[in-house]
């Protein structure tokens, strides 16, 4: 009514330490009978209700409501959460969630008739999250509707239903929140509480045995070592103990327990080894090289906390790149390369040159114009006659005005995508959602001449200042 303001909306505006301009705006609003404008205004989140499992994975829920006037647009956002919630493991033999549900409806008349059957979970249906139920003796099944918040969608399936859709849980345990944990292992952090280490070991004498490339201190994450000679990585506890390759004698390639974390050893026929461990390590590993031919090269890389840093540069200087096992045996000399062949003239590429799309201009342009901006690791390329499908590996988000999962399929125009994007590479994309007019497709678009850069540490800075300009 025109000259009268309610009093819940005066108490939510002063409770929530809105500005006093903007109380005062809205007082006056309501006494010249002005319309309310913008969204309504949740309130708190109330509490998480109870797990909806007694044993094992489930989901728990909690709620908010809006409050607006009649003129007001509708709040943003959800009035649902769900995360997470996990108890102990259910015993063995216990029986599962989907089974007791569809059991619900044993003996009981279906499908309009008075037959009765015994139902077991049917597992082949396309919606994971219905209740599909098969006839135990029969040949076909009933849907009874959506499954129980907290089902799992498939039998071993780390994803739950809720509300009939299929989710998986984001670092902070919030279901189809799309967070994720940065390098430095915070979850939806900005990588920035550690440093990347990133440095190649060349130095080396003339004597075979083994050399010490770095000291990989406790706490370091992402770690990833390779080399390509006949050389061999070695990697030893502080207390000595060699993890693999120690001793002169070379370890198969698998996966190895060391400093509370995985080491994954990789050997190729190349020659070429890799070291690959997610971290963090509980404790200092020394990383050496097993020297049999001139060195040419170890390059390692890992994310350490910033707190650790002057420690470790304290220790590897200390360490001193010395050899710990200096042999009376000289290294065997490469044989003699042969001379290159001469190449033969390369066909023209059919693809042209890109447009020149670097500068600050055209970075904002596209994370302001852009639905997403995210890191992402490209997993494959498939190359169709009027565009290009990119898999890829969601690792840090900047930018979403919708939920992402950790891997997504990017689309980009033609055969010859600008700018283009290489498997096995980290890129920082701005892509805009496209969903077709009958609502059958729903796809991320990677613009032509938009925005790609191969991730940087510099380039993640960049980000951060546009998106200052350009806030959500």
């Not at 342009?365 to 997993?379: N, W």
């Amino acid at each position: 009514m025109a000259g009268s303001c309610p009093h819940w909306k005066v108490e939510t505006l002063i409770t929530g330490r809105m500005n006093l301009l903007l109380l005062l705006w809205t007082l006056l609003s309501c006494s010249l009978g002005g319309s309310a404008q913008g969204p309504g205004e949740w309130t708190p989140w109330g509490s998480w209700s109870r797990c909806s499992s007694s044993c094992g994975r489930g989901v728990s829920v909690r709620s908010r409501r809006c409050i607006r006037f009649p003129e007001e647009d509708p709040c943003w956002g959800d009035s649902h959460e769900y995360r997470l919630c996990q108890l102990p493991e259910c015993p063995p033999g216990a029986v599962p969630f989907r089974d007791i549900q569809c059991a619900l409806f044993n003996g009981r008349p279906v499908l309009g008739t008075q037959k009765t059957y015994q139902w077991v979970p049917f597992h082949g249906a396309p919606n994971q999250c219905e209740l599909n139920c098969l006839a135990e003796g029969h040949t076909f099944y009933h849907s009874f509707g959506r499954v129980l918040d907290g089902t799992p969608c498939s039998p071993g399936a780390q994803s739950l239903c809720v509300a009939g859709h299929c989710l998986s849980a984001g670092c902070d345990g919030v279901l189809g929140s799309g967070a994720l944990e940065d390098r430095c292992g915070r979850c939806g952090g900005a990588n920035d509480s550690c440093l990347l280490v990133q440095r190649v070991f060349r130095d080396a004498g003339a004597f075979a045995g083994y050399w010490n490339v770095t000291l990989i201190p406790e706490g370091a994450r992402h770690i990833r070592v390779a080399q390509r000679s006949r050389n061999h990585l070695a990697l030893r506890t502080g207390d000595g103990r060699y993890v693999l390759n120690g001793d002169w004698a070379v370890s198969p390639p698998g996966t190895y327990e060391a400093a509370g974390t995985h080491v994954v050893y990789i050997r190729a026929p190349g020659p070429e080894e890799t070291l690959l461990a997610a971290g963090p390590t509980s404790q200092d590993l020394l990383l050496q090289v097993l020297l049999r031919e001139p060195n040419p090269g170890v390059h390692f890389e890992f994310w350490l906390p910033r707190e650790r840093y002057g420690p470790f540069q304290a220790q590897a200087q200390t360490l001193g790149w010395a050899p710990r096992q200096p042999q009376p045996r000289e290294v065997e000399p490469r044989p003699p390369e042969p001379p290159p062949a001469r190449a033969p003239t390369p066909a023209p590429d059919p693809c042209p040159p890109c447009p020149d799309t670097r500068g600050r201009a055209h970075r904002l342009l596209h994370y302001c114009g852009s639905d997403f901006v995210f890191q992402a690791r490209v997993l494959s390329r498939h190359r169709q006659a009027q565009e290009t499908q990119y898999e890829v590996r969601i690792l840090l988000i900047y930018k979403n005005r919708s939920p992402l999962r950790t891997r997504e399929y990017v689309w980009a125009p033609g055969h010859c995508p600008c700018p283009p994007l290489a498997p096995h590479r980290e890129y920082l994309l701005a892509a805009r959602r496209l969903v077709s007019p009958d609502g059958t497709q729903d796809r991320l678009l990677l613009p032509h001449a938009g925005y790609a850069r191969p991730w940087s540490p510099a380039e993640d800075s960049r980000a951060r200042l546009a998106s200052r300009r350009c806030p959500l």
